[in-house]
Antibody, heavy 120, light 108 residues
Framework: QLQLQESGPGLVKPSETLSLSCTVSGGSISNSSHYWGWIRQPPGKGLEWIGS???????YYNPSLKSRVAISVDTSQNQFSLKVTSVTAADTAVYYC????????????WGQGTLVTVSS | DIQMTQSPSSLSASVGDRVTITCRAS??????LAWYQQKPGKVPKLLIYAASTLQSGVPSRFSGSGSGTDFTLTISSLQPEDVATYYCQNYNSPLSITFGQGTRLEFK
Protein backbone atom coordinates (compact mmCIF):
# COMPACT_ATOMS: atom_id res chain seq x y z
CA GLN A 1 0.00 0.00 0.00
CA LEU A 2 1.48 3.34 -1.06
CA GLN A 3 2.16 5.76 1.78
CA LEU A 4 3.45 9.31 1.76
CA GLN A 5 4.78 11.00 4.89
CA GLU A 6 5.68 14.66 5.26
CA SER A 7 8.41 15.75 7.66
CA GLY A 8 10.04 19.01 8.66
CA PRO A 9 9.94 21.86 11.18
CA GLY A 10 6.52 22.88 12.45
CA LEU A 11 7.62 26.44 13.16
CA VAL A 12 9.48 28.80 10.83
CA LYS A 13 10.38 32.44 11.44
CA PRO A 14 9.22 35.17 9.07
CA SER A 15 11.60 35.84 6.16
CA GLU A 16 13.24 32.43 6.57
CA THR A 17 12.96 29.33 4.36
CA LEU A 18 10.39 26.61 4.90
CA SER A 19 11.77 23.15 4.11
CA LEU A 20 9.74 19.94 4.02
CA SER A 21 10.35 16.41 2.79
CA CYS A 22 7.96 13.71 1.65
CA THR A 23 9.05 10.09 1.99
CA VAL A 24 7.33 7.58 -0.26
CA SER A 25 6.94 3.99 0.92
CA GLY A 26 5.22 1.01 -0.68
CA GLY A 27 6.23 2.24 -4.12
CA SER A 28 9.06 3.83 -6.06
CA ILE A 29 9.30 7.55 -6.64
CA SER A 30 11.05 6.63 -9.91
CA ASN A 31 7.89 5.02 -11.25
CA SER A 32 7.48 6.48 -14.73
CA SER A 33 3.69 6.53 -14.33
CA HIS A 34 3.55 9.23 -11.70
CA TYR A 35 4.34 12.79 -10.81
CA TRP A 36 4.60 13.98 -7.21
CA GLY A 37 3.28 17.21 -5.81
CA TRP A 38 2.68 19.58 -2.92
CA ILE A 39 -0.59 21.20 -1.89
CA ARG A 40 -1.25 23.46 1.09
CA GLN A 41 -4.29 24.47 3.12
CA PRO A 42 -4.28 27.48 5.45
CA PRO A 43 -6.22 26.88 8.68
CA GLY A 44 -9.95 26.96 7.97
CA LYS A 45 -9.43 27.67 4.27
CA GLY A 46 -9.31 25.87 0.94
CA LEU A 47 -6.68 23.96 -1.01
CA GLU A 48 -3.87 25.52 -3.03
CA TRP A 49 -1.61 23.62 -5.43
CA ILE A 50 2.05 24.55 -4.94
CA GLY A 51 3.89 22.51 -7.54
CA SER A 52 4.59 19.13 -9.12
CA UNK A 53 7.70 17.18 -10.02
CA UNK A 54 8.74 14.15 -12.08
CA UNK A 55 11.53 11.87 -10.86
CA UNK A 56 13.56 12.85 -13.89
CA UNK A 57 13.58 16.42 -12.61
CA UNK A 58 10.95 18.30 -14.61
CA UNK A 59 8.86 20.60 -12.46
CA TYR A 60 5.71 22.69 -12.66
CA TYR A 61 4.93 25.48 -10.22
CA ASN A 62 1.88 27.53 -9.33
CA PRO A 63 2.57 30.86 -11.09
CA SER A 64 1.55 32.76 -7.94
CA LEU A 65 4.29 31.04 -5.90
CA LYS A 66 6.89 30.27 -8.55
CA SER A 67 9.38 32.97 -7.49
CA ARG A 68 9.64 31.54 -3.96
CA VAL A 69 9.22 27.79 -4.43
CA ALA A 70 11.55 24.93 -5.36
CA ILE A 71 10.72 21.22 -5.49
CA SER A 72 13.44 18.61 -5.83
CA VAL A 73 13.77 14.84 -5.76
CA ASP A 74 16.17 12.39 -4.11
CA THR A 75 15.56 9.03 -5.75
CA SER A 76 18.14 7.29 -3.53
CA GLN A 77 16.02 8.19 -0.48
CA ASN A 78 12.70 7.72 -2.32
CA GLN A 79 11.69 11.22 -1.28
CA PHE A 80 11.02 14.65 -2.67
CA SER A 81 11.29 18.03 -1.03
CA LEU A 82 9.77 21.49 -0.93
CA LYS A 83 11.42 24.81 -0.18
CA VAL A 84 9.53 28.07 0.19
CA THR A 85 11.69 31.15 0.68
CA SER A 86 10.95 34.48 2.39
CA VAL A 87 7.94 33.12 4.27
CA THR A 88 5.31 35.27 5.93
CA ALA A 89 2.32 34.51 8.14
CA ALA A 90 0.34 33.92 4.93
CA ASP A 91 2.40 30.77 4.38
CA THR A 92 1.04 29.21 7.59
CA ALA A 93 -0.79 26.10 6.44
CA VAL A 94 -1.07 22.34 6.50
CA TYR A 95 1.26 21.12 3.76
CA TYR A 96 0.37 17.91 1.95
CA CYS A 97 2.44 15.83 -0.41
CA UNK A 98 0.59 13.75 -2.97
CA UNK A 99 0.86 11.60 -6.08
CA UNK A 100 -0.38 12.46 -9.56
CA UNK A 101 -0.83 10.03 -12.46
CA UNK A 102 1.26 11.06 -15.46
CA UNK A 103 -0.87 13.01 -17.89
CA UNK A 104 -3.67 13.41 -15.34
CA UNK A 105 -3.01 16.25 -12.97
CA UNK A 106 -5.22 15.19 -10.09
CA UNK A 107 -4.06 13.80 -6.75
CA UNK A 108 -4.87 10.16 -6.05
CA UNK A 109 -2.77 9.50 -2.94
CA TRP A 110 -2.11 12.04 -0.18
CA GLY A 111 0.15 12.22 2.84
CA GLN A 112 -1.32 12.98 6.24
CA GLY A 113 -0.20 16.58 6.09
CA THR A 114 2.00 18.63 8.38
CA LEU A 115 1.16 21.99 9.93
CA VAL A 116 3.77 24.68 9.42
CA THR A 117 3.34 27.88 11.38
CA VAL A 118 5.22 31.03 10.43
CA SER A 119 5.80 33.09 13.55
CA SER A 120 8.60 34.80 15.40
CA ASP B 1 -5.47 31.38 -14.42
CA ILE B 2 -8.64 29.36 -14.62
CA GLN B 3 -10.94 30.15 -11.73
CA MET B 4 -13.20 27.46 -10.25
CA THR B 5 -16.38 28.60 -8.51
CA GLN B 6 -18.47 26.23 -6.44
CA SER B 7 -22.03 26.69 -5.35
CA PRO B 8 -23.42 26.69 -2.84
CA SER B 9 -20.65 27.48 -0.33
CA SER B 10 -22.53 25.49 2.27
CA LEU B 11 -25.69 23.46 2.48
CA SER B 12 -27.70 21.46 4.96
CA ALA B 13 -29.50 18.25 4.07
CA SER B 14 -31.08 15.24 5.72
CA VAL B 15 -30.20 11.57 5.59
CA GLY B 16 -31.55 10.10 2.36
CA ASP B 17 -31.68 13.43 0.52
CA ARG B 18 -30.33 13.85 -2.99
CA VAL B 19 -27.58 16.48 -2.87
CA THR B 20 -26.08 18.37 -5.81
CA ILE B 21 -23.00 20.59 -5.76
CA THR B 22 -22.04 22.71 -8.75
CA CYS B 23 -18.61 23.76 -10.00
CA ARG B 24 -18.11 26.30 -12.77
CA ALA B 25 -14.83 26.96 -14.60
CA SER B 26 -13.96 30.44 -15.88
CA UNK B 27 -13.10 28.89 -19.25
CA UNK B 28 -13.63 25.53 -20.89
CA UNK B 29 -11.66 22.64 -19.43
CA UNK B 30 -13.17 19.72 -21.35
CA UNK B 31 -13.62 16.98 -18.72
CA UNK B 32 -10.43 17.69 -16.77
CA LEU B 33 -12.26 17.95 -13.48
CA ALA B 34 -11.82 16.08 -10.21
CA TRP B 35 -13.85 16.06 -6.99
CA TYR B 36 -12.49 15.54 -3.48
CA GLN B 37 -14.09 14.92 -0.11
CA GLN B 38 -12.45 16.26 3.04
CA LYS B 39 -13.95 15.19 6.34
CA PRO B 40 -13.26 17.42 9.36
CA GLY B 41 -9.63 17.12 10.43
CA LYS B 42 -8.86 14.60 7.71
CA VAL B 43 -6.95 14.39 4.44
CA PRO B 44 -8.72 15.14 1.15
CA LYS B 45 -9.86 12.01 -0.65
CA LEU B 46 -10.25 11.67 -4.42
CA LEU B 47 -13.85 10.80 -5.32
CA ILE B 48 -14.16 11.40 -9.04
CA TYR B 49 -11.84 12.27 -11.94
CA ALA B 50 -12.41 12.98 -15.61
CA ALA B 51 -15.63 14.65 -14.46
CA SER B 52 -17.55 11.39 -14.10
CA THR B 53 -15.17 8.46 -13.38
CA LEU B 54 -15.56 7.10 -9.88
CA GLN B 55 -12.28 6.42 -8.07
CA SER B 56 -11.90 2.81 -6.94
CA GLY B 57 -13.62 2.14 -3.62
CA VAL B 58 -15.90 5.18 -3.70
CA PRO B 59 -19.56 4.36 -3.03
CA SER B 60 -21.83 4.37 -6.07
CA ARG B 61 -24.14 6.97 -4.49
CA PHE B 62 -21.55 9.53 -5.63
CA SER B 63 -21.63 10.57 -9.26
CA GLY B 64 -20.27 13.38 -11.39
CA SER B 65 -21.27 14.96 -14.65
CA GLY B 66 -20.49 17.87 -16.93
CA SER B 67 -18.05 19.08 -19.52
CA GLY B 68 -16.65 22.39 -20.66
CA THR B 69 -17.42 24.91 -17.93
CA ASP B 70 -20.23 23.40 -15.85
CA PHE B 71 -19.93 20.37 -13.61
CA THR B 72 -21.96 18.73 -10.86
CA LEU B 73 -21.29 16.31 -8.02
CA THR B 74 -24.37 14.39 -6.90
CA ILE B 75 -24.92 12.27 -3.81
CA SER B 76 -28.01 10.20 -4.58
CA SER B 77 -28.92 9.38 -0.98
CA LEU B 78 -27.06 11.27 1.72
CA GLN B 79 -25.48 9.15 4.45
CA PRO B 80 -24.22 10.30 7.87
CA GLU B 81 -20.60 9.69 6.87
CA ASP B 82 -20.93 12.11 3.93
CA VAL B 83 -20.67 15.18 6.17
CA ALA B 84 -17.59 16.88 4.75
CA THR B 85 -16.31 19.71 2.62
CA TYR B 86 -16.23 18.96 -1.09
CA TYR B 87 -13.76 20.52 -3.52
CA CYS B 88 -13.61 20.51 -7.29
CA GLN B 89 -10.26 20.75 -9.04
CA ASN B 90 -9.38 21.73 -12.57
CA TYR B 91 -6.45 19.92 -14.16
CA ASN B 92 -6.53 20.84 -17.81
CA SER B 93 -2.78 21.45 -17.84
CA PRO B 94 0.13 20.77 -15.48
CA LEU B 95 0.50 24.54 -15.02
CA SER B 96 -3.18 25.13 -14.39
CA ILE B 97 -4.19 23.18 -11.31
CA THR B 98 -6.79 25.08 -9.34
CA PHE B 99 -9.34 24.17 -6.71
CA GLY B 100 -12.78 25.53 -6.03
CA GLN B 101 -13.32 27.26 -2.72
CA GLY B 102 -15.16 24.28 -1.26
CA THR B 103 -18.74 23.38 -0.34
CA ARG B 104 -19.44 22.50 3.28
CA LEU B 105 -22.14 19.83 3.61
CA GLU B 106 -23.86 19.52 6.97
CA PHE B 107 -26.90 17.71 8.34
CA LYS B 108 -30.08 19.59 9.03
Amino acid sequence: QLQLQESGPGLVKPSETLSLSCTVSGGSISNSSHYWGWIRQPPGKGLEWIGSLYYGGSTYYNPSLKSRVAISVDTSQNQFSLKVTSVTAADTAVYYCARLPVGFWFFDYWGQGTLVTVSS
Amino acid sequence: DIQMTQSPSSLSASVGDRVTITCRASQGISNYLAWYQQKPGKVPKLLIYAASTLQSGVPSRFSGSGSGTDFTLTISSLQPEDVATYYCQNYNSPLSITFGQGTRLEFK
